[in-house]
């Protein structure tokens, strides 16, 4: 069965703060994808990256990268230099190879405080 | 705008009354998908359409739920005889040749 687990509940950081958000994942399938989505209080969801589970190079966009690490079954988010734009809730998700779902972890709720 | 356009944005309605929401996903993705949000969780699969066929239906999708997309085109999902717990945000999303699903606004149903 698929899970995933995003321990952190809530997290509050002051700008300009480094702050990681952790997932973990749970999957029998050797093929997968993770995603990470944004939701901002508009409540529409945002894609932000997709990695498909053959692929555990590490990502950096801007501000944001992410580490995939599959020994520890690890899709972890770095928001470097928080912006008050970045507080939102932020979900991990999981996609197995020939589904046509995704399943989401609960969120966590990033604030950042100016 | 090319993105996952959803109509009516919030909708609130009394115990017992049916509901529709209309999804219309990015232009030319052939796979759209319906999921639902309750406060504080992550969004929960509902259906899963790929052209004008329904694919797959999770078991959250009670006998009140039916969820149509006639043209291969724009999705509707229909809540009949709505109760409290059915109150929540409704998500849909569309998916090309991609793996990636690209998310709507959502629709916010309070059933009173």
């Known amino acids: 069965a698929q899970k995933v687990t995003q321990a952190q509940t809530e997290i509050s950081v002051v700008e300009k703060e480094d702050v990681t958000l952790d997932c973990v994942y749970e999957?029998?399938?050797?093929?997968?994808?993770l995603f990470w989505y944004k939701q901002p209080p508009s409540g529409e969801l945002v894609f932000l990256i997709r990695?498909?589970?053959?692929?555990?190079q590490n990502e950096i966009s801007g501000r944001y990268s992410w580490n995939f690490q599959k020994s520890t079954s690890s899709f972890n988010f770095t928001i470097t230099a928080s912006q008050v734009v970045d507080s939102a809730v932020y979900f991990c998700?999981?996609?197995?190879?020939?589904?046509?779902?995704?399943?989401f972890g609960t969120g966590t709720r990033l604030t950042v405080i100016p | 705008d090319t993105g996952v356009s959803q109509n009516p944005r919030h909708k609130i309605t009394k115990r017992g009354q049916n509901v529709t929401f209309r999804c219309d996903p990015i232009?030319?993705?052939?796979?759209l998908y319906w999921y639902r949000q309750t406060l504080g969780q992550g969004p929960e699969f509902l259906t899963y359409?790929?052209?004008?066929?329904?694919?797959?239906k999770s078991r959250l999708l009670s006998d009140r739920f039916s969820a149509e997309r006639p043209k291969g085109s724009f999705s509707t999902l229909e809540i009949q005889r709505t109760e409290q717990g059915d109150s929540a945000m409704y998500l849909c999303?569309?998916?090309?040749?991609?793996?990636?699903?690209?998310f709507g606004p959502g629709t916010r149903l309070l059933v009173l």
């Open positions: 999303a569309s998916t090309g040749r991609g793996e990636t699903q690209y």
């Open positions: 999957t029998r399938d050797t093929t997968y994808y």
């Open positions: 990695r498909n589970s053959f692929d555990e």
């Open positions: 998700a999981l996609s197995e190879a020939g589904a046509n779902n995704l399943f």
């Open positions: 232009s030319e993705h052939n796979r």
């Open positions: 359409f790929q052209n004008e066929a329904q694919l797959e």
